[in-house]
């Protein structure tokens, strides 16, 4: 059996509440929030082996293992998470948490706010990169844990990595941005923006109050999400899988599901309505757009980058066209300017933007080797 | 690797080179061998670069900090004079843009080290008088497989660097790690220059 078909087994998702009022960007103040986690591993005595995982768009905390035996589907980054894996669960301690305004767990619009009793719906406010970094060290103290041996994560997760070694320079030891961004283009706001507009103009969206009309804005985030999923694989790795497939083999000159392509992005989108809330996809889309840590240095991502203390590795994929090597390229050159230890890979992936949750080789054998690294400077 | 190591004779004369506590970036850096020996004696802070995500992890291993990227397209990634030393070892004969990389590494750099298999090692000769391309322990390749598309001799190597204001620091020639003082350019197989901008 191979290392990389091993599990951190059965597990269970913990809530840490908080009352300590959270400060938000937008000026706006949480009173109080749970956040939503699960660990996996071992912290050690000198507490130095914990890895915090930051996950992306319609990520959570539930990164690794399975909640019961027979759950049909894993974590969603239990490919790289577990004993024996490149973030090896033998020798680090890592938690995975849901972000606030999420969907699954801690305090989102779907959440009921305890001064209305009613789901805070289009009251919920909008968190921004910062924000959820700011609520994660919260969770970090509540844990214990003064410093991250690593921050680790893709793409919206990989910017919170990054604001991590930011904004808590002494408590980051490493920080993996993944393909990711040091901020989005216009054209990536353009799309999130598409897929904004087909939430918003669902008539079963209400304003965001949809919970008390026991309406669900499902064409929305239907559309959202086949959107989403077009621009996270590229042209050949979509082509490879799906090319001009029919799904009877010869057109029915009508409107109905004929390509299978059609039929993947509509069962993609189907699933993701049934579990995934509207205005946290808002949310999430938003964090997205706003992240710009150069933003109040005159745009300068070298001062921002500065302030880290952190070592970093930055990976990109060849065929991601969302988050590009490119502007990952951006942020190393960044690093290197100033003057941060940084590694660099620019993996061959037919994937698009999802290939940094998949297993290409050189993919695992630069994480394998970077984590080994840390886990033999944390004495792991 | 272990921490005793030596490095390749070809190596330990660039690792001479460089002053401790220097910044150096390695253009082509393989394994990381020579960045990784400099770490551990000479305390330097530096980068490796090379195009093939093999060696990426390799650097990795040997706890040396490599970027992975296209000498061919230029050392974008690095600003102006950010190094104290910009190594290019053994490559500058398989590149496309010779030229460029060479002014490249005196923009993002304060010196340069180039070293590469001497043409005009006698050896060659010899071959090329026998009517057949050289291959030899520092030109291992058929003509017909060889990733070396711009031979040159030393004095091939002075020109180009005087016709770019660059001139000579210092050179030395060797043959199977000897250094050859008497006659280089016909008894040296691999040649070793560091390099600098003309001041003014």
């Known amino acids: ?106 305090t989102g619009p779907s959440s009921i706010n305890p001064a209305t009793g009613q789901p805070w719906g289009s009251s919920f406010p909008v968190v921004t990169v910062p924000d959820w970094v700011r609520s994660q060290a919260r969770l970090a103290d509540r844990l214990g844990i003064d410093r991250w041996a690593a921050v680790i994560g893709g793409s919206l997760g990989g910017m919170q990595a990054l604001q991590w070694s930011i904004d808590y320079p002494e408590r980051v030891a490493h920080a993996l941005v993944i393909a990711s961004a040091p901020k989005l283009s216009a054209q990536n706001i353009a799309f999130n923006d598409v897929a904004r507009q087909a939430i918003l103009t669902d008539p079963d969206f209400h304003g965001g109050d949809f919970y008390a009309q ?45 390509f299978e392509i059609e039929s993947y992005l509509r069962y993609q989108g189907d699933k993701f309505s049934d579990y995934f809330d509207a205005n946290t996809y808002l949310l999430m889309t938003k964090a997205l757009d706003y992240f710009d840590p150069a933003k109040d240095l005159n745009d300068d991502l070298v001062a921002a980058l500065r302030k880290a203390s952190a070592r970093f590795m930055v990976a990109s994929f060849t065929s991601d066209w969302r988050f590009s090597p490119e502007r990952s390229r951006e942020i190393v050159k960044a690093l290197v300017a100033a003057d941060k230890e940084v590694v660099y890979g620019e993996i061959e992936s037919v994937h698009g933007h999802d290939a940094f949750l998949m297993l290409d080789e050189p993919y695992v054998k630069l994480m394998r080797a970077y984590l080994n690294r840390v886990a033999e400077e944390v004495n792991a | 690797m272990s921490a005793n190591q030596t490095l390749r004779a070809d190596l330990q004369l660039i690792a001479d080179w460089v002053a401790p506590s220097s910044r150096v970036l390695d253009l082509g850096c393989g394994d990381g061998a020579l960045l990784s020996w400099l770490n551990r004696h000479k305390a330097v802070r530096g980068y490796g670069v090379d195009f093939d995500v093999n060696n990426v992890v390799r650097c990795v291993e040997a706890g040396v900090n490599a970027i992975q990227g296209n000498l061919e397209t230029g050392l974008a990634e690095f600003e102006d004079q950010r190094f104290d030393h910009v190594v290019l070892s053994q490559t500058i004969q398989a590149m496309h843009n010779t030229e460029q990389i060479l002014v490249e590494m005196l923009r993002v750099g304060r010196e340069a080290i180039v070293t590469f298999p001497n043409f005009g090692y006698w050896e060659n000769r010899w071959q090329i008088l026998q009517g057949h391309m050289p291959v030899s322990e520092t030109i291992p390749y058929e003509w017909y497989n060889t990733p070396n598309i711009h031979w040159c001799m030393l004095g091939d190597f002075e020109a180009l660097c005087a016709k770019n204001g660059i001139r000579v620091l210092e050179r030395v020639v060797m043959n199977e790690a000897k250094r050859i003082h008497f006659l280089p350019n016909l008894r040296g197989s691999l040649a070793f220059y560091r390099v600098a901008r003309q001041p003014g």
């Not at chain 1, 979509?238 to 029915?252: A, C, N, P, T």
Request: overall charge neutral; proline content about 3%; some cysteine.
């Open chain 1, 214 to 258: 026991h309406a669900i804005p499902r064409r929305g985030l239907r559309l959202a999400r086949m959107l989403g999923h077009i621009t996270y694989l590229s042209d050949d790795g979509m082509g490879e899988k799906f090319g001009r497939m029919l799904k009877s083999g010869d057109y029915q000159f009508g409107f109905e599901v004929e």
């Open chain 1, 1 to 106: 059996m191979s290392d990389l078909t091993r599990s951190v087994g059965i597990v269970k998702a913990q809530i840490a509440e908080f009352d300590t009022p959270l400060h938000l960007a937008s000026a706006a103040v949480l009173p109080a929030y749970q956040l939503c986690f699960e660990t996996y591993g071992t912290l050690n005595a000198a507490r130095s082996n914990a890895i915090l995982i930051c996950h992306a768009l319609s990520g959570h905390h539930h990164v690794a293992g399975r909640y019961a035996a027979d759950d049909k589907a894993a974590g969603w980054w239990d490919n790289m998470v577990g004993p024996g894996k490149p973030i090896d669960t033998d020798r680090f301690f890592v938690v995975g948490l849901n972000n606030l305004g999420g969907c699954h767990g801690s």
